[in-house]
């Protein structure tokens, strides 16, 4: 079947501005954010996108509240979108598979706001081994993180469920963090920052709570705990948890490696969502954010951070964003990270980064070098409410929309 390519229209609503996955600025928990996607969606035209220069969005499918979309090592054939009320979807060639890949929405905290299921990660030997993780926010509002196993290609087996980490984030529904990657056998993770506004606890920059984090554990089983530290993160021998592996982080809803610009050295791309100012990328290679100090709440992009629940001073040494934006640009709110291209069909984006905003829809990208930024520009390609950029075995890369479709991109 010829792909069927789609003329779209922007979709700016009230709705985008009226939730935030990632937590736009303002103060207070999520809770007050009740509008409903699902019910908006209806009364929207269903696709959005309009096409750009060189590039179009390809429509995959339609989903209840996509947060992410990812492929497993091994199925290229395979793509899983995750839904946020607690539902992962595969779809096999293209085609959706009718029953749920997992359904966990009697376990997950979904609150119509920011919590819910936020992500899926499969390990390198995943065909080998059949496990792969979930993030979400469970019943009584913690971070958790459990292990299944697969039971077929294209189903889990639901009874085979592991906790492998719980983290208390009792306070505030908003800034759960909620994206794993692996990068060898390591799962790292972000964790929000407990929520409100300003981090009023000043979690971000505490090394003794897992909150506001880039954290890093080997999620296998050791010596009768349900996880492994890697011997060589950052605080090992004390000084903060041993699970941090970076911290200064505000909301990193999303994030992602890239081993294209330097396969010898992997480098991390953090979308660290602000308070009410600045929205920023964070761009390092992985050694060098191994303790790294990503600055919030000291700083909200390259500004010092000096509004409600005031930030705390500069603690010196804070590793800066390549790439900052105000919340003035067109509208934004929250940033979307995603990741540097590695689709080899897309010639003109290989090797950049492309991001979004969850406010303004704008697919844009940028040249990421290691100190700045560079030639940031939008493709002429918009998605309403766009949650999460995803990839699949394949390296194709995604962009989910809130109100519920999920677009591959494509050469024109
Ligand atoms: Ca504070
Ligand atoms: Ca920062």
Not at 127 to 156: C, N
Not at 173 to 202: I, V
Not at 259 to 285: C, K
Not at 355 to 375: I, K, M, N, S, V
Request: net charge neutral; charged share 20%; aromatic share 10%.
């Amino acid at each position: 079947m010829r792909p069927r390519l789609v003329h779209v229209v922007l979709v700016v609503l009230a709705l985008a501005a009226a939730l935030s996955l990632a937590a736009c600025g303002g103060s207070g928990g999520s809770a007050e954010r009740t509008v409903t996607a699902t019910e908006t969606a209806a009364q929207v035209p269903p696709e959005a996108a309009r096409p750009g220069g060189g590039l179009a969005l390809r429509r995959v499918g339609k989903f209840d509240r996509p947060t992410y979309v990812a492929g497993a090592p091994g199925y290229p054939r395979l793509l899983f979108v995750v839904e946020q009320p607690g539902r992962v979807i595969v779809l096999n060639g293209g085609k959706r598979v009718r029953r749920p890949f997992l359904d966990i929405r009697s376990r997950v905290d979904y609150d119509g706001a920011e919590r819910g299921l936020l992500s899926i990660a499969f390990p390198p030997d995943y065909q080998a081994s059949g496990r792969f993780y979930v993030y979400y926010v469970d019943k009584g509002g913690s971070i958790e993180i459990d292990e299944y196993h697969r039971m077929s290609p294209t189903r889990a087996a639901p009874k085979s469920r592991r906790t492998v980490i719980t983290i208390p984030h009792p306070v505030n529904a908003n800034h759960n963090g909620g994206q794993m990657q692996f990068l060898g056998e390591d799962l790292y993770f972000g964790t929000g920052d407990g929520g409100s506004g300003g981090d009023p606890p000043n979690n971000a920059q505490n090394k003794d709570v897992l909150l506001g984090k880039l954290l890093r554990i080997d999620p296998l089983p050791a010596g009768g705990r349900p996880y492994t530290i890697p011997a060589s993160n950052p605080f090992v021998g004390g000084a903060g948890r041993p699970e941090i592996y970076s911290y200064g982080l505000r909301n990193p809803f999303r994030f992602s490696f890239d081993s294209v610009t330097n396969p010898q050295e992997p480098r991390l791309a953090i979308g660290d969502v602000g308070q009410n100012r600045f929205e920023e990328i964070d761009y390092t290679t992985v050694a060098a954010a191994r303790g790294a100090n990503f600055g919030w709440d000291a700083f909200e992009g390259f500004a010092p951070y000096e509004e409600e629940n005031s930030g705390t001073p500069d603690p010196g040494g804070t590793t800066k964003p390549i790439f900052a934006y105000p919340h003035s640009r067109d509208g934004s709110c929250s940033v979307i990270g995603g990741y540097v291209v590695a689709d080899r069909s897309l010639p003109s984006l290989y090797g950049r980064y492309v991001y979004a905003d969850y406010c303004e829809g704008q697919l844009r990208a940028l040249t990421p070098h290691l100190r700045r930024a560079g030639d940031d520009h939008k493709l002429g390609l918009a998605v309403a409410s766009p949650t999460s950029f995803g990839e699949d075995d394949a390296h194709h890369l995604y962009v989910a929309s809130q109100i519920g479709p999920v677009y591959r991109l494509i050469r024109k």
